[in-house]
């Protein structure tokens, strides 16, 4: 009999443009983790977690890896991940969200060549990582929380610091990912492939280039690719069209003949029933709903479900 494969969904956060983060802090984050979701989720942003408490288990792509209290788990743009309590217990986890594209271009932004080698090396794997063996990234993440929580006086030229600090200590951990606590994430060899797509979504993609970008043959791209994003290479795609597609609509006033041209559809008929496939609402009646903007959580889910084999 035919099995139904994997659910997962994309989660569009947005950071308030007046701040640097978005923040999920405090004590409505202890609960327990993974009851009644039984699949993963991707999201725009990279993802930074800290656990204070609790045990249980993080899936990031095909990894499943054991967790505990003062655990850091770093995710990046696109990698499909969850987080699961141990089953009938709480953890107490606090989740920020940056837009690592901007930090890192602030950092290095008088080289776009190192900036791009630079995004493309730090969104390759994720993380889970032990606070105790590695003190000076948990103290940082500690430390943008802090900053983040209080809002003291002159917050954000703190938060920009710790920021620039991390994004640094990030690409040590990269340099030796061979001996990452936790272990690398085998998700790493889509990379290529994913990068492809942020960068060349607005023009047409052939699978058989992001095959190439992976370097394996279109036919291995594609079951690796179906197995470790639990979606086919096009939904993918499409995916990271509407969230661009999202993006322009908040930030801008163009029309929605502009906008699906930009996130690469080749017509409007194409954005209409693809945006509409995937948020189960219109452009128009999304750019109308004042719920999808300043980072209000969850109110824009996206399930990319495949088929049946």
């Known amino acids: 009999m035919a099995k139904q494969r994997e659910k997962v969904e994309f989660r569009f956060y947005a ?22 979701i039984k699949y993963l989720h991707f999201h725009d942003l990279m993802e930074i977690g800290y656990c204070h408490w609790g045990t249980g288990q993080v899936a990031l792509g095909q990894e499943r890896l054991p967790f505990s ?44 060549v190192l900036q791009r080698s630079i995004i493309k090396r730090l969104h ?18 500690l430390g943008i929380m802090a900053e983040a929580r209080h809002k003291k006086p002159y917050y954000k030229d703190s938060l920009r610091g710790y920021l ?7 690409l040590r951990l ?30 047409e993609i052939k699978v058989s280039s992001l095959a190439e970008a992976c370097n394996m043959s279109e036919s291995h791209f594609r079951r690796v690719f179906e197995e470790g994003m639990n979606m086919k290479p ?21 029309s929605m003949e502009e906008v699906g041209e930009e996130s690469g559809f080749a017509s409007i ?17 999304w750019k109308k709903s004042e719920e999808n903007y300043e980072g209000k959580l969850l109110h ?10």
């Open 15 to 36: 950071i308030p443009e007046s701040e640097l983060v978005l923040a999920l802090l405090g004590e409505d984050w202890i609960r327990e983790y993974g009851k009644d």
């Open 300 to 309: 824009c889910k996206i399930s990319a479900q495949k088929g049946w084999e």
């Open 164 to 170: 620039y600090a991390f994004v640094v200590e990030l």
């Open 269 to 285: 008929s194409a954005f209409n029933r693809n945006f509409r496939k995937i948020l189960n609402i219109s452009p128009y009646q």
């Open 69 to 112: 209290g003062h655990s850091v788990m770093i995710v990046p743009p696109r990698l499909p991940h969850t987080t699961n309590s141990a089953e009938g217990t709480k953890a107490y986890w606090e989740w920020m969200y940056i837009d690592l594209e901007k930090i890192v271009s602030e950092v290095y932004g008088y080289d776009p």
């Open 124 to 141: 390759r794997t994720g993380y889970l990582l032990s606070g105790e063996e590695h003190p000076a990234l948990s103290r940082l993440v």
């Open 174 to 203: 990269s340099d030796d990912e061979a001996r990452i606590a936790g272990g690398r994430c085998s998700d790493a060899v889509l990379a290529g492939a994913l990068d492809y797509v942020s960068r060349y979504y607005h023009q």
């Open 234 to 254: 096009l939904d993918y795609i499409n995916l990271i069209r509407v969230q661009s597609a999202c993006e322009l609509l908040k930030k801008s006033d163009k």
